[in-house]
């Protein structure tokens, strides 16, 4: 006989609990592990970006307090030049004897092209102390004219635009804004701005015929770079400067490079490169009688 079949229970499958989203099951043991690894460094990622960030923004920030610190001290000389000029005006000709009297020592005085930042510190604090005396005469505000012209100038030429200091054309061209934005302040539209430095050399006429330099004179010196040789400008910034260009080369590495001249320099001789010499003039005056001079 075949054998008697035994009857099995047989019950229903169990349910697996539901799991909540996001939990780990105990199927997949190494996923909140791996969640919690993505998670740390998506913090860290933010927190680093976040540092970055607020570092980049305290630099500009200190970089824009260091520009505007310069542009006070421009122009507070330049102030001082043209308060002194001032007092001078009411007696034109003591004061251009005066100017004669005191022009060769103030040429003497003038430091060397090539100066360490050191020196050129050095230099601002002597010249600083020139423009402290109490003027008695003439000869003494003539002195404090050709004192704070330097001052101001030098911060310029020989701080902003140090070849070895840390500071671009464009920063140039941000201190020179901020200058004009105290000018503004200090004399409004009712009042003419600071006339400039002394003219310690002569390169334009006395009355000079000029033009506003265009986008296309740019244009045209950015292919013809030549073209920009000799050729004088009046520059705004602050105050007034005029300058005239005296040479051109195109080095090998240096690409190409002119010799300028200021006429608040004497004869101190400013190498420029394209880029930095288009944006100078750019928004000038291109003085066109030169042949007058």
Sequence with gaps: ???????????????????????ATSSHPSLAPACTRVASSSRATSSASYAAKTRKGKAVKAKQHELQELANLVFKYTELFEDTAASMRRDPEQGAAAYEREYPAALAARPGPYRTRDE??????DLAAKCEIAPKTFDDRMRICFAASAYSTMVMDRVVHHPEGPYTSADGLEVLRLVGELVRKRYGNSEAPPMGPPRLAKLIPDIP????VTLKDVAHWRTHPQDLTRNAFIIYGGFRRVCFISDYALKQFAGHCYDVCFEDAGPDVFTFALTDLLEMVTG?????NLGTV
């Design 1 to 23: 006989m075949p054998p008697i079949a035994t009857t099995r229970s047989i019950s229903a499958p169990r349910r697996k609990k539901p799991t909540r989203p996001g939990r």
């Design 120 to 125: 050129i510190q050095l230099d601002l604090k």
């Design 209 to 212: 015929t000029t033009r506003w």
């Design 284 to 288: 000038a005056e291109l003085v066109t």
